[in-house]
Protein backbone atom coordinates (compact mmCIF):
# COMPACT_ATOMS: atom_id res chain seq x y z
CA UNK A 1 0.00 0.00 0.00
CA UNK A 2 1.98 3.47 -0.97
CA UNK A 3 2.63 5.88 1.82
CA UNK A 4 -0.06 8.46 1.90
CA UNK A 5 0.90 10.77 4.81
CA UNK A 6 4.28 12.24 6.93
CA UNK A 7 4.86 12.16 10.42
CA UNK A 8 6.08 16.09 11.59
CA UNK A 9 7.86 16.74 15.49
CA UNK A 10 7.97 20.28 16.77
CA UNK A 11 9.08 20.64 20.35
CA UNK A 12 6.89 18.06 21.85
CA UNK A 13 4.07 18.44 19.41
CA UNK A 14 3.62 15.71 16.97
CA UNK A 15 1.30 16.62 13.60
CA UNK A 16 0.62 13.81 10.39
CA UNK A 17 0.23 15.67 7.13
CA UNK A 18 -1.15 14.37 3.82
CA UNK A 19 1.90 13.58 0.83
CA UNK A 20 1.34 15.37 -2.31
CA UNK A 21 2.05 13.77 -5.44
CA UNK A 22 4.51 14.69 -7.65
CA UNK A 23 3.42 15.38 -11.51
CA UNK A 24 6.65 14.69 -12.24
CA UNK A 25 7.36 10.77 -12.99
CA UNK A 26 10.66 10.28 -11.37
CA UNK A 27 9.92 12.51 -8.20
CA UNK A 28 8.94 11.42 -4.68
CA UNK A 29 5.53 12.82 -2.74
CA UNK A 30 6.02 15.89 -0.73
CA UNK A 31 4.62 18.38 1.58
CA UNK A 32 4.42 21.91 1.51
CA UNK A 33 6.71 24.01 3.56
CA UNK A 34 3.61 26.29 4.14
CA UNK A 35 1.30 23.77 5.68
CA UNK A 36 3.67 22.31 8.19
CA UNK A 37 4.08 25.92 8.87
CA UNK A 38 0.51 26.27 9.69
CA UNK A 39 0.30 22.86 11.07
CA UNK A 40 2.43 24.34 14.18
CA UNK A 41 1.45 27.75 13.80
CA UNK A 42 4.98 28.88 13.52
CA UNK A 43 6.20 31.78 11.37
CA UNK A 44 9.49 29.99 9.79
CA UNK A 45 11.84 27.29 10.22
CA UNK A 46 15.39 26.86 9.64
CA UNK A 47 14.89 23.37 8.89
CA UNK A 48 14.25 19.82 8.41
CA UNK A 49 16.19 16.98 10.00
CA UNK A 50 15.34 13.16 10.25
CA UNK A 51 17.57 10.43 11.52
CA UNK A 52 20.25 13.66 12.98
CA UNK A 53 20.51 14.32 8.84
CA UNK A 54 19.41 17.51 7.39
CA UNK A 55 16.67 17.63 4.49
CA UNK A 56 17.34 19.52 1.47
CA UNK A 57 14.13 20.83 -0.58
CA UNK A 58 13.07 19.44 -3.73
CA UNK A 59 14.55 20.67 -6.74
CA UNK A 60 13.72 20.31 -10.61
CA UNK A 61 15.86 18.63 -13.27
CA UNK A 62 17.86 22.07 -13.71
CA UNK A 63 18.52 22.27 -9.76
CA UNK A 64 16.44 24.95 -9.14
CA UNK A 65 14.14 25.13 -6.28
CA UNK A 66 10.66 24.88 -6.40
CA UNK A 67 7.86 27.73 -5.16
CA UNK A 68 6.60 27.15 -3.60
CA UNK A 69 8.88 25.33 -0.82
CA UNK A 70 8.43 21.70 -0.98
CA UNK A 71 9.97 18.89 1.86
CA UNK A 72 10.68 15.89 0.32
CA UNK A 73 9.43 12.39 1.97
CA UNK A 74 10.63 10.29 4.46
CA UNK A 75 9.04 7.11 5.28
CA UNK A 76 8.78 5.54 8.44
CA UNK A 77 10.79 8.40 9.96
CA UNK A 78 9.66 11.64 12.21
CA UNK A 79 10.60 15.02 10.31
CA UNK A 80 12.13 17.43 13.17
CA UNK A 81 10.92 20.88 12.36
CA UNK A 82 13.51 22.98 13.93
CA UNK A 83 12.66 26.22 14.50
CA UNK A 84 14.15 29.58 12.67
CA UNK A 85 14.97 32.95 15.39
CA UNK A 86 13.84 36.27 13.87
CA UNK A 87 16.81 38.10 13.22
CA UNK A 88 15.41 41.42 14.21
CA UNK A 89 16.08 40.63 17.91
CA UNK A 90 18.36 38.09 18.87
CA UNK A 91 18.23 38.85 22.45
CA UNK A 92 14.15 38.37 22.75
CA UNK A 93 14.55 34.89 20.49
CA UNK A 94 17.58 33.56 22.52
CA UNK A 95 15.13 31.52 24.25
CA UNK A 96 13.97 29.71 20.89
CA UNK A 97 17.48 28.85 20.00
CA UNK A 98 18.02 27.32 23.28
CA UNK A 99 14.90 25.20 22.59
CA UNK A 100 16.02 23.98 18.93
CA UNK A 101 19.57 22.83 20.35
CA UNK A 102 18.15 20.91 23.39
CA UNK A 103 15.60 19.55 20.76
CA UNK A 104 18.86 18.05 18.96
CA UNK A 105 19.93 17.03 22.24
CA UNK A 106 16.79 15.07 22.87
CA UNK A 107 17.28 12.70 19.46
CA UNK A 108 20.95 11.49 21.76
CA UNK A 109 18.96 11.03 24.74
CA UNK A 110 15.91 9.22 23.21
CA UNK A 111 17.29 5.99 23.89
CA UNK A 112 16.92 6.82 27.32
CA UNK A 113 13.50 5.81 27.37
CA UNK A 114 13.57 2.55 25.61
CA UNK A 115 12.12 -0.04 27.11
CA UNK A 116 14.70 -2.64 27.00
CA UNK A 117 16.83 -0.11 29.21
CA UNK A 118 16.45 0.99 32.89
CA UNK A 119 16.19 5.00 33.78
CA UNK A 120 18.07 6.41 36.84
CA UNK A 121 16.36 8.81 38.70
CA UNK A 122 18.66 11.17 37.21
CA UNK A 123 17.44 10.42 33.76
CA UNK A 124 14.11 10.37 34.09
CA UNK A 125 14.62 14.25 35.89
CA UNK A 126 16.60 15.13 32.96
CA UNK A 127 13.91 14.03 30.29
CA UNK A 128 10.89 15.37 32.48
CA UNK A 129 13.00 18.61 32.24
CA UNK A 130 13.57 18.18 28.40
CA UNK A 131 10.17 17.81 28.27
CA UNK A 132 9.10 20.82 29.59
CA UNK A 133 11.38 23.02 27.80
CA UNK A 134 9.94 21.49 24.55
CA UNK A 135 6.06 22.96 25.41
CA UNK A 136 8.02 25.69 26.44
CA UNK A 137 9.40 26.22 23.00
CA UNK A 138 6.35 25.39 20.98
CA UNK A 139 4.30 28.08 23.56
CA UNK A 140 6.57 30.80 22.98
CA UNK A 141 6.18 30.12 19.28
CA UNK A 142 2.61 30.98 19.77
CA UNK A 143 3.35 33.75 22.17
CA UNK A 144 5.86 34.97 19.14
CA UNK A 145 2.93 34.44 16.32
CA UNK A 146 0.51 36.57 18.15
CA UNK A 147 2.55 39.48 18.53
CA UNK A 148 3.73 39.83 15.34
CA UNK A 149 -0.04 39.35 14.61
CA UNK A 150 -1.18 42.33 16.85
CA UNK A 151 2.33 44.10 15.28
CA UNK A 152 1.05 43.64 11.58
CA UNK A 153 -2.17 44.80 12.67
CA UNK A 154 -0.85 48.03 14.36
CA UNK A 155 1.54 48.82 11.09
CA UNK A 156 -1.62 48.55 9.04
CA UNK A 157 -3.52 50.97 11.14
CA UNK A 158 -0.86 53.24 11.07
CA UNK A 159 -0.36 53.54 7.89
CA UNK A 160 -4.10 53.86 7.22
CA UNK A 161 -4.12 56.79 9.76
CA UNK A 162 -0.86 58.16 8.21
CA UNK A 163 -2.50 57.49 4.57
CA UNK A 164 -5.47 59.60 5.79
CA UNK A 165 -3.06 62.37 7.07
CA UNK A 166 -1.71 62.74 3.84
CA UNK A 167 -4.90 63.34 2.14
CA UNK A 168 -5.52 66.16 4.13
CA UNK A 169 -2.14 67.98 3.79
CA UNK A 170 -2.11 67.82 0.26
CA UNK A 171 -5.71 68.53 -0.50
CA UNK A 172 -5.82 71.89 -2.44
CA UNK A 173 -8.74 74.02 -1.02
CA UNK A 174 -9.32 77.07 -3.06
CA UNK A 175 -9.36 80.92 -0.91
CA UNK A 176 -13.49 81.04 -0.95
CA UNK A 177 -13.17 77.46 1.55
CA UNK A 178 -11.06 78.88 3.96
CA UNK A 179 -13.13 81.02 6.41
CA UNK A 180 -10.80 79.98 9.49
CA UNK A 181 -7.59 77.44 9.76
CA UNK A 182 -8.55 73.83 8.58
CA UNK A 183 -5.93 71.73 11.02
CA UNK A 184 -6.97 71.74 14.94
CA UNK A 185 -7.11 69.56 18.04
CA UNK A 186 -8.53 69.38 21.31
CA UNK A 187 -7.20 68.94 24.56
CA UNK A 188 -8.39 69.20 28.03
CA UNK A 189 -7.23 72.41 30.22
CA UNK A 190 -5.65 70.64 32.70
CA UNK A 191 -4.07 67.05 32.09
CA UNK A 192 -6.21 64.42 34.34
CA UNK A 193 -6.37 60.71 34.36
CA UNK A 194 -9.12 58.94 31.70
CA UNK A 195 -12.83 58.68 33.61
CA UNK A 196 -15.18 57.33 31.85
CA UNK A 197 -18.02 58.60 34.60
CA UNK A 198 -16.81 61.94 34.56
CA UNK A 199 -15.18 62.74 31.07
CA UNK A 200 -17.55 64.86 30.17
CA UNK A 201 -17.50 67.59 33.06
CA UNK A 202 -13.99 68.05 31.62
CA UNK A 203 -12.69 71.59 29.98
CA UNK A 204 -11.56 71.16 26.59
CA UNK A 205 -9.93 73.70 24.48
CA UNK A 206 -9.61 73.56 20.89
CA UNK A 207 -6.08 74.42 19.14
CA UNK A 208 -5.52 75.39 15.56
CA UNK A 209 -2.16 73.58 14.11
CA UNK A 210 0.64 76.26 11.91
CA UNK A 211 0.83 74.63 8.05
CA UNK A 212 4.11 76.05 7.60
CA UNK A 213 6.30 73.52 5.50
CA UNK A 214 8.21 74.08 2.27
CA UNK A 215 5.97 76.87 1.28
CA UNK A 216 7.13 78.42 3.91
CA UNK A 217 11.10 78.26 4.07
CA UNK A 218 13.54 81.10 2.74
CA UNK A 219 17.00 81.34 2.60
CA UNK A 220 18.78 81.89 5.61
CA UNK A 221 16.09 81.38 7.69
CA UNK A 222 16.70 79.88 11.46
CA UNK A 223 12.86 79.47 12.08
CA UNK A 224 12.42 75.85 12.06
CA UNK A 225 9.36 74.84 9.55
CA UNK A 226 7.51 71.85 10.71
CA UNK A 227 3.82 71.83 11.37
CA UNK A 228 3.08 72.78 15.32
CA UNK A 229 0.65 74.00 17.43
CA UNK A 230 -0.24 77.69 17.22
CA UNK A 231 0.85 79.76 19.81
CA UNK A 232 -2.54 80.68 21.10
CA UNK A 233 -4.86 79.67 24.36
CA UNK A 234 -7.27 77.99 22.46
CA UNK A 235 -10.84 78.04 22.37
CA UNK A 236 -13.04 77.18 24.85
CA UNK A 237 -15.11 74.13 23.82
CA UNK A 238 -18.95 74.10 24.51
CA UNK A 239 -20.16 71.15 24.12
CA UNK A 240 -17.73 68.38 23.43
CA UNK A 241 -19.96 65.33 23.27
CA UNK A 242 -21.25 66.50 20.09
CA UNK A 243 -17.36 68.14 18.94
CA UNK A 244 -16.55 64.53 19.40
CA UNK A 245 -18.79 62.83 17.92
CA UNK A 246 -19.14 65.20 14.82
CA UNK A 247 -15.03 65.58 14.00
CA UNK A 248 -14.05 62.41 15.96
CA UNK A 249 -12.06 60.83 13.16
CA UNK A 250 -10.60 63.85 11.94
CA UNK A 251 -9.02 64.45 15.45
CA UNK A 252 -7.94 61.31 15.74
CA UNK A 253 -5.60 61.56 12.97
CA UNK A 254 -4.71 65.08 14.24
CA UNK A 255 -4.25 63.96 17.46
CA UNK A 256 -2.01 60.75 16.16
CA UNK A 257 0.09 62.91 13.84
CA UNK A 258 0.93 65.34 16.73
CA UNK A 259 2.06 62.97 19.18
CA UNK A 260 3.90 60.32 17.14
CA UNK A 261 4.70 62.52 13.88
CA UNK A 262 5.56 62.21 10.45
CA UNK A 263 6.77 63.62 7.29
CA UNK A 264 4.63 63.49 4.05
CA UNK A 265 3.38 65.91 1.61
CA UNK A 266 6.15 68.14 2.01
CA UNK A 267 5.25 68.68 5.61
CA UNK A 268 7.44 67.86 8.23
CA UNK A 269 5.86 66.87 11.77
CA UNK A 270 8.55 65.70 14.73
CA UNK A 271 6.89 63.81 17.72
CA UNK A 272 6.29 65.59 20.26
CA UNK A 273 8.51 63.87 22.70
CA UNK A 274 11.33 65.83 20.83
CA UNK A 275 10.45 68.53 21.86
CA UNK A 276 11.48 70.27 25.11
CA UNK A 277 8.77 72.31 26.08
CA UNK A 278 5.32 73.31 23.49
CA UNK A 279 4.06 76.63 23.93
CA UNK A 280 0.09 76.94 23.87
CA UNK A 281 0.28 81.24 24.18
CA UNK A 282 2.80 83.56 23.59
CA UNK A 283 3.60 83.71 27.21
CA UNK A 284 2.74 80.19 28.50
CA UNK A 285 4.89 77.29 27.86
CA UNK A 286 3.65 73.95 29.21
CA UNK A 287 6.05 70.49 29.74
CA UNK A 288 5.91 67.77 26.59
CA UNK A 289 5.05 65.10 29.35
CA UNK A 290 2.14 67.90 30.15
CA UNK A 291 0.50 68.17 26.48
CA UNK A 292 1.33 64.23 25.84
CA UNK A 293 -1.14 63.47 29.21
CA UNK A 294 -3.61 65.66 27.33
CA UNK A 295 -3.17 64.52 24.03
CA UNK A 296 -3.64 60.33 25.35
CA UNK A 297 -6.90 61.80 27.46
CA UNK A 298 -8.08 63.17 23.66
CA UNK A 299 -7.41 59.95 22.27
CA UNK A 300 -9.65 58.42 25.16
CA UNK A 301 -12.42 59.87 24.09
CA UNK A 302 -12.37 59.36 20.93
CA UNK A 303 -11.59 55.96 21.33
CA UNK A 304 -15.09 55.51 22.99
CA UNK A 305 -16.49 57.08 20.52
CA UNK A 306 -14.83 54.87 17.63
CA UNK A 307 -16.16 52.11 20.42
CA UNK A 308 -19.70 53.44 19.87
CA UNK A 309 -19.45 53.54 15.58
CA UNK A 310 -18.52 49.93 16.18
CA UNK A 311 -21.34 48.77 18.08
CA UNK A 312 -23.83 50.86 16.55
CA UNK A 313 -25.51 51.78 19.51
CA UNK A 314 -27.39 55.07 20.69
CA UNK A 315 -25.87 57.30 23.80
CA UNK A 316 -22.56 58.80 24.66
CA UNK A 317 -18.97 57.57 24.78
CA UNK A 318 -19.77 53.63 26.00
CA UNK A 319 -16.78 51.43 27.99
CA UNK A 320 -15.27 49.66 25.43
CA UNK A 321 -11.35 48.77 24.37
CA UNK A 322 -11.61 50.12 20.62
CA UNK A 323 -8.20 49.62 19.77
CA UNK A 324 -7.91 45.92 20.54
CA UNK A 325 -11.70 45.09 19.34
CA UNK A 326 -12.06 47.58 15.85
CA UNK A 327 -11.14 45.68 13.11
CA UNK A 328 -8.67 47.15 10.08
CA UNK A 329 -12.37 47.59 7.63
CA UNK A 330 -14.17 48.77 10.86
CA UNK A 331 -11.41 51.72 11.33
CA UNK A 332 -11.07 52.25 7.45
CA UNK A 333 -14.92 53.08 7.88
CA UNK A 334 -15.12 55.33 10.75
CA UNK A 335 -12.00 57.02 8.77
CA UNK A 336 -14.00 57.11 5.67
CA UNK A 337 -14.86 60.77 5.72
CA UNK A 338 -11.75 62.66 6.83
CA UNK A 339 -9.89 63.57 3.38
CA UNK A 340 -10.35 66.80 4.45
CA UNK A 341 -12.80 69.71 6.10
CA UNK A 342 -14.86 71.73 3.86
CA UNK A 343 -15.44 75.29 4.48
CA UNK A 344 -19.45 74.79 5.18
CA UNK A 345 -18.18 72.04 8.38
CA UNK A 346 -15.46 74.62 9.53
CA UNK A 347 -17.93 77.34 9.35
CA UNK A 348 -19.61 74.97 12.00
CA UNK A 349 -17.04 74.43 13.84
CA UNK A 350 -17.76 77.99 15.39
CA UNK A 351 -21.08 76.66 16.85
CA UNK A 352 -18.91 74.26 19.33
CA UNK A 353 -16.87 77.12 20.58
CA UNK A 354 -17.10 79.82 23.37
CA UNK A 355 -16.17 82.45 21.64
CA UNK A 356 -17.49 86.64 21.80
CA UNK A 357 -19.25 88.47 18.67
CA UNK A 358 -16.25 90.50 17.88
CA UNK A 359 -13.96 87.24 18.52
CA UNK A 360 -12.67 85.63 15.23
CA UNK A 361 -11.65 81.76 14.62
CA UNK A 362 -7.70 82.17 13.53
CA UNK A 363 -6.09 81.29 16.81
CA UNK A 364 -3.10 83.68 16.09
CA UNK A 365 -2.38 82.16 12.54
CA UNK A 366 -2.21 84.27 9.40
CA UNK A 367 -3.45 83.28 5.70
CA UNK A 368 -1.16 82.74 2.88
CA UNK A 369 -1.16 81.39 -0.55
CA UNK A 370 1.88 79.15 -1.81
CA UNK A 371 3.94 79.91 -5.02
CA UNK A 372 1.26 77.65 -7.39
CA UNK A 373 -1.84 79.43 -5.76
CA UNK A 374 -3.20 77.42 -2.98
CA UNK A 375 -4.00 78.13 0.81
CA UNK A 376 -2.23 77.51 4.17
CA UNK A 377 -2.68 79.06 8.06
CA UNK A 378 0.71 79.96 9.08
CA UNK A 379 1.86 81.55 12.85
CA UNK A 380 3.08 84.86 12.62
CA UNK A 381 6.92 84.10 12.48
CA UNK A 382 6.10 82.27 8.81
CA UNK A 383 4.23 84.60 7.82
CA UNK A 384 6.96 87.19 7.90
CA UNK A 385 9.43 85.15 6.95
CA UNK A 386 7.52 84.26 4.02
CA UNK A 387 6.49 87.93 2.97
CA UNK A 388 9.55 89.84 3.92
CA UNK A 389 8.45 92.33 6.66
CA UNK A 390 9.67 95.65 4.97
CA UNK A 391 7.52 94.97 1.70
CA UNK A 392 4.89 94.58 4.03
CA UNK A 393 5.63 97.29 6.51
CA UNK A 394 5.55 99.52 3.26
CA UNK A 395 1.45 98.35 2.22
CA UNK A 396 0.83 98.81 6.19
CA UNK A 397 1.86 102.61 5.49
CA UNK A 398 -0.01 102.82 2.06
CA UNK A 399 -3.53 101.74 3.36
CA UNK A 400 -3.03 103.65 6.05
CA UNK A 401 -2.58 106.76 4.25
CA UNK A 402 -5.77 106.15 1.93
CA UNK A 403 -7.69 105.19 5.36
CA UNK A 404 -8.43 101.66 4.18
CA UNK A 405 -8.20 98.38 6.17
CA UNK A 406 -5.55 95.77 5.77
CA UNK A 407 -6.75 92.55 7.88
CA UNK A 408 -3.03 90.47 7.44
CA UNK A 409 -4.26 87.56 8.83
CA UNK A 410 -7.10 87.10 6.43
CA UNK A 411 -4.58 88.87 3.57
CA UNK A 412 -7.85 90.81 3.28
CA UNK A 413 -7.48 94.87 2.02
CA UNK A 414 -10.58 97.36 1.70
CA UNK A 415 -9.63 100.68 0.31
CA UNK A 416 -10.84 103.54 -2.03
CA UNK A 417 -8.31 105.28 -4.41
CA UNK A 418 -8.95 108.64 -5.15
CA UNK A 419 -6.31 109.31 -8.06
CA UNK A 420 -4.09 107.54 -10.57
CA UNK A 421 -0.88 108.58 -8.10
CA UNK A 422 -2.84 107.28 -4.97
CA UNK A 423 -3.33 104.08 -6.97
CA UNK A 424 0.37 103.79 -9.10
CA UNK A 425 1.69 103.92 -4.47
CA UNK A 426 -0.39 101.13 -3.93
CA UNK A 427 0.15 99.16 -6.80
CA UNK A 428 3.59 99.10 -6.45
CA UNK A 429 3.43 97.78 -2.32
CA UNK A 430 1.06 95.20 -3.54
CA UNK A 431 2.85 93.45 -6.20
CA UNK A 432 5.82 92.89 -3.84
CA UNK A 433 4.16 92.40 -0.27
CA UNK A 434 2.80 89.47 -1.73
CA UNK A 435 0.74 89.08 1.18
CA UNK A 436 -2.87 90.26 -0.08
CA UNK A 437 -5.38 87.35 -1.06
CA UNK A 438 -8.37 89.36 -1.19
CA UNK A 439 -8.65 92.71 -2.43
CA UNK A 440 -11.92 94.90 -2.35
CA UNK A 441 -11.03 98.38 -4.40
CA UNK A 442 -13.25 101.36 -5.46
CA UNK A 443 -11.26 102.74 -7.89
CA UNK A 444 -13.11 106.69 -6.55
CA UNK A 445 -11.82 108.93 -9.25
CA UNK A 446 -12.77 109.24 -13.42
CA UNK A 447 -10.68 106.69 -13.71
CA UNK A 448 -9.97 105.32 -17.78
CA UNK A 449 -9.14 102.43 -19.43
CA UNK A 450 -5.44 103.35 -18.67
CA UNK A 451 -5.96 103.03 -15.12
CA UNK A 452 -7.54 99.87 -15.43
CA UNK A 453 -4.08 98.47 -17.71
CA UNK A 454 -1.96 99.65 -14.81
CA UNK A 455 -4.42 97.86 -12.05
CA UNK A 456 -4.10 94.34 -14.42
CA UNK A 457 -0.43 94.53 -14.34
CA UNK A 458 -0.02 94.92 -10.38
CA UNK A 459 -2.77 91.87 -9.87
CA UNK A 460 -0.57 89.98 -12.46
CA UNK A 461 2.53 90.10 -9.84
CA UNK A 462 0.32 89.77 -7.18
CA UNK A 463 -1.29 87.01 -5.43
CA UNK A 464 -4.78 88.00 -4.89
CA UNK A 465 -7.35 85.58 -5.87
CA UNK A 466 -10.39 87.17 -5.19
CA UNK A 467 -11.51 90.80 -6.15
CA UNK A 468 -14.19 93.23 -5.63
CA UNK A 469 -13.83 96.30 -7.57
CA UNK A 470 -15.96 99.82 -8.07
CA UNK A 471 -16.12 101.26 -11.41
CA UNK A 472 -18.99 103.73 -11.02
CA UNK A 473 -17.28 106.35 -11.05
CA UNK A 474 -15.33 105.16 -14.51
CA UNK A 475 -15.39 107.53 -17.79
CA UNK A 476 -14.81 106.16 -21.19
CA UNK A 477 -13.47 108.57 -23.83
CA UNK A 478 -14.95 109.52 -26.64
CA UNK A 479 -12.27 107.67 -28.37
CA UNK A 480 -12.49 104.30 -27.27
CA UNK A 481 -16.61 104.70 -27.41
CA UNK A 482 -16.19 104.69 -31.49
CA UNK A 483 -14.17 101.30 -31.00
CA UNK A 484 -15.84 97.94 -31.33
CA UNK A 485 -16.99 96.23 -28.25
CA UNK A 486 -14.38 93.67 -27.79
CA UNK A 487 -11.89 96.96 -27.55
CA UNK A 488 -13.78 98.75 -25.45
CA UNK A 489 -13.97 96.10 -22.83
CA UNK A 490 -10.75 94.71 -23.68
CA UNK A 491 -9.24 95.12 -20.43
CA UNK A 492 -11.77 94.27 -17.98
CA UNK A 493 -12.40 91.07 -19.74
CA UNK A 494 -8.14 90.40 -19.74
CA UNK A 495 -8.39 90.80 -15.55
CA UNK A 496 -11.47 88.55 -15.72
CA UNK A 497 -9.24 85.67 -17.07
CA UNK A 498 -6.31 85.97 -14.81
CA UNK A 499 -5.46 82.34 -14.35
CA UNK A 500 -5.05 83.63 -10.45
CA UNK A 501 -8.00 84.90 -9.84
CA UNK A 502 -11.12 82.62 -8.14
CA UNK A 503 -13.94 85.37 -7.22
CA UNK A 504 -14.53 88.34 -9.00
CA UNK A 505 -17.32 90.86 -8.16
CA UNK A 506 -17.64 94.65 -10.17
CA UNK A 507 -20.12 97.43 -9.67
CA UNK A 508 -20.09 98.22 -13.26
CA UNK A 509 -21.07 101.85 -14.32
CA UNK A 510 -23.48 102.55 -17.29
CA UNK A 511 -21.06 102.72 -20.02
CA UNK A 512 -20.83 99.04 -19.62
CA UNK A 513 -24.28 98.03 -20.12
CA UNK A 514 -23.05 96.69 -23.66
CA UNK A 515 -20.67 94.50 -22.13
CA UNK A 516 -23.11 92.30 -20.30
CA UNK A 517 -24.86 91.84 -23.64
CA UNK A 518 -21.71 90.63 -24.57
CA UNK A 519 -22.42 87.81 -22.31
CA UNK A 520 -18.65 87.59 -20.82
CA UNK A 521 -17.93 84.04 -20.11
CA UNK A 522 -16.05 82.75 -16.61
CA UNK A 523 -13.24 81.03 -17.28
CA UNK A 524 -12.85 77.46 -15.99
CA UNK A 525 -10.42 78.16 -13.06
CA UNK A 526 -13.01 81.12 -11.90
CA UNK A 527 -15.35 80.10 -9.55
CA UNK A 528 -17.74 83.04 -9.42
CA UNK A 529 -18.24 86.15 -12.02
CA UNK A 530 -21.05 88.51 -10.44
CA UNK A 531 -21.83 92.06 -11.19
CA UNK A 532 -23.68 95.17 -9.93
CA UNK A 533 -24.94 97.69 -11.83
CA UNK A 534 -26.11 101.21 -10.25
CA UNK A 535 -27.72 103.22 -12.69
CA UNK A 536 -28.76 107.25 -12.95
CA UNK A 537 -30.84 108.69 -15.66
CA UNK A 538 -31.13 105.86 -17.70
CA UNK A 539 -32.42 106.70 -21.05
CA UNK A 540 -35.20 105.07 -22.85
CA UNK A 541 -33.04 103.43 -25.32
CA UNK A 542 -30.54 102.14 -22.80
CA UNK A 543 -33.39 100.72 -20.60
CA UNK A 544 -34.26 98.64 -23.96
CA UNK A 545 -30.96 97.39 -24.22
CA UNK A 546 -30.43 96.64 -20.27
CA UNK A 547 -33.77 94.72 -20.67
CA UNK A 548 -33.11 92.69 -23.37
CA UNK A 549 -29.49 91.54 -22.13
CA UNK A 550 -30.96 90.74 -18.66
CA UNK A 551 -33.48 87.79 -19.79
CA UNK A 552 -30.38 85.72 -21.13
CA UNK A 553 -27.70 87.36 -18.78
CA UNK A 554 -26.42 85.38 -15.68
CA UNK A 555 -23.64 87.40 -14.31
CA UNK A 556 -25.69 90.51 -13.10
CA UNK A 557 -26.61 89.82 -9.59
CA UNK A 558 -27.41 93.16 -8.11
CA UNK A 559 -29.47 96.18 -10.51
CA UNK A 560 -30.28 99.17 -9.00
CA UNK A 561 -32.67 101.69 -10.67
CA UNK A 562 -33.55 103.90 -8.34
CA UNK A 563 -34.87 107.57 -9.05
CA UNK A 564 -34.97 106.80 -12.89
CA UNK A 565 -39.30 106.78 -12.86
CA UNK A 566 -39.35 104.10 -15.15
CA UNK A 567 -43.17 103.82 -14.45
CA UNK A 568 -45.59 101.14 -15.06
CA UNK A 569 -44.16 100.18 -18.24
CA UNK A 570 -40.82 99.84 -16.98
CA UNK A 571 -41.85 97.48 -14.17
CA UNK A 572 -44.04 95.31 -17.17
CA UNK A 573 -40.65 95.41 -19.09
CA UNK A 574 -38.60 93.95 -16.27
CA UNK A 575 -41.16 91.60 -15.41
CA UNK A 576 -40.93 89.89 -18.45
CA UNK A 577 -37.08 89.68 -17.16
CA UNK A 578 -37.98 88.43 -13.96
CA UNK A 579 -39.43 85.26 -16.16
CA UNK A 580 -36.85 84.42 -17.65
CA UNK A 581 -33.33 85.78 -15.33
CA UNK A 582 -32.19 83.29 -12.87
CA UNK A 583 -28.91 85.94 -11.75
CA UNK A 584 -30.77 88.62 -10.43
CA UNK A 585 -30.79 88.35 -6.50
CA UNK A 586 -31.51 92.32 -5.29
CA UNK A 587 -33.28 94.60 -7.67
CA UNK A 588 -34.07 97.93 -6.18
CA UNK A 589 -36.52 100.01 -7.72
CA UNK A 590 -37.47 103.06 -5.23
CA UNK A 591 -38.74 106.20 -6.53
CA UNK A 592 -39.44 105.11 -9.79
CA UNK A 593 -43.34 106.30 -10.31
CA UNK A 594 -44.19 102.62 -10.02
CA UNK A 595 -47.97 102.24 -9.89
CA UNK A 596 -50.73 99.69 -9.11
CA UNK A 597 -50.48 97.80 -12.12
CA UNK A 598 -47.02 97.96 -12.33
CA UNK A 599 -46.48 96.22 -9.10
CA UNK A 600 -49.14 93.47 -9.93
CA UNK A 601 -46.96 92.63 -13.12
CA UNK A 602 -44.25 92.11 -11.02
CA UNK A 603 -45.82 90.24 -8.29
CA UNK A 604 -46.96 87.94 -11.09
CA UNK A 605 -43.63 86.55 -12.41
CA UNK A 606 -42.15 86.57 -8.66
CA UNK A 607 -44.51 83.21 -8.70
CA UNK A 608 -41.71 81.64 -11.14
CA UNK A 609 -39.10 83.15 -10.56
CA UNK A 610 -36.88 81.44 -7.63
CA UNK A 611 -33.47 83.46 -7.78
CA UNK A 612 -34.54 86.90 -7.03
CA UNK A 613 -34.19 87.17 -3.13
CA UNK A 614 -34.64 91.36 -2.73
CA UNK A 615 -37.05 93.84 -4.21
CA UNK A 616 -37.27 97.40 -3.45
CA UNK A 617 -40.37 99.24 -4.41
CA UNK A 618 -41.07 102.29 -1.91
CA UNK A 619 -41.37 105.82 -2.68
CA UNK A 620 -43.35 104.51 -5.61
CA UNK A 621 -47.26 105.06 -6.22
CA UNK A 622 -48.50 101.90 -5.22
CA UNK A 623 -51.80 101.80 -3.58
CA UNK A 624 -53.72 99.60 -2.01
CA UNK A 625 -54.92 97.35 -4.76
CA UNK A 626 -50.88 96.83 -6.05
CA UNK A 627 -50.11 96.15 -2.25
CA UNK A 628 -52.13 93.06 -2.30
Known sequence: MPLMSQKFKFGSTERELDLVSSKVPHESPFIYLDDVLEAFKILDADRFEADGRTIAYVRDDNGAMYHPKRIPCRPNCVIQVICKAPQSDPTFWASIVAVDQLSIKSNVLTGLDSPMKVKSGFERAVIHKLNGLYDQGAMTQQIAREVWDLQKQMNDRLILIQNKTEAILTQQLELA???IPRLFIVLPEEPAK???GNWFRTKFRLHFICECGKHTEANNSKVPHHLHLA???GYLVREPTELFKKYGPFLLLMLELIKFGTSIAGHVVPAIASFKVVELADSA???VESVTAKIDYSLECINKQMAKVQALSPGDFIDAEPRAAMTQQDLSNYLSDVEGLEGVELRQLGSFLKTSEEENLLGNLYRMTTSDGHVKWVCRDHYRVSY?????QKLRDVVKLAQGDFDEQLGRIKITLT?????AEFYNALSNAKGVLELVMDMGWNCTNSDLD???EALKKSRVSILGLDLQQFRANLGTKLLPTSVQYGVLVRIIELPNMRMIHIVLPKEFIKLLSSQPKAPSHLQKLSFKMALESIGGKEFGMLTETLKTNSTLTTLSLVGNAIGDNGAHALSEVL??????????LRGNEIGDNGAQALSEALKTNSTLTTLELSYGLIGSNGAQ
Do not use: C
Not at 388 to 392: L, V
Not at 419 to 423: D, E, P, R, T, V
Open 285 to 287: KQT
Open 177 to 179: EYP
Open 454 to 456: VLE
Open 388 to 392: QEKHT
Open 419 to 423: SSFAA
Open 579 to 588: KNNSALTILD
Open 231 to 233: KHD
Open 194 to 196: YDP
